[in-house]
Nanobody
Framework: QVQLVESGGGLVQPGGSLRLSCAAS????????VGWFRQAPGKEREGISC????????FYASSVKGRFTISRGDAKHTVFLQMNDLKPDDTAVYYC?????????????????????WGQGTQVTVSS
């Protein structure tokens, strides 16, 4: 059974940083692309980043580019999302997602339908 678990969310002041983790069991996260999404209250889920498997290509939504960094951990089956210079608009539930796909695609990485497996999400609140 595939299980994804996000962690690292919390309350942070504007301008602060958080690092989210996505850990997998029952699935080889290292061999497949991993995406990060977020959903703010009253808004649709937004695809914000993706990392490919073998070559490590990364993609970012314009809303987070330059502030967020996706990476793979040294420990197997873990992907991180480093979030810097956080803004109140970044407040959302953050989800990681994956599927049997090796490479992210600029056309598809932000689509929910590109991923079959999802975590339960972790809350990030940016507020003073």
């Amino acid at each position: 059974q595939v299980q994804l678990v996000e962690s690292g969310g919390g309350l942070v002041q504007p301008g602060g940083s958080l690092r989210l983790s996505c850990a997998a069991s029952g699935f080889n996260l290292d061999a497949n692309a991993v995406g990060w999404f977020r959903q703010a209250p009253g808004k649709e889920r937004e695809g914000i980043s993706c990392i490919s498997s073998a070559d490590g290509d990364t993609f970012y939504a314009s809303s987070v580019k330059g502030r967020f960094t996706i990476s793979r951990g040294d420990a197997k089956h873990t992907v991180f999302l480093q979030m810097n210079d956080l803004k109140p608009d970044d407040t959302a539930v953050y989800y990681c997602a994956t599927d049997f796909i090796r490479r992210c695609s600029a056309d598809y990485y932000a689509l929910e339908s590109s991923y079959a497996y999802w975590g339960q999400g972790t809350q990030v609140t940016v507020s003073s």
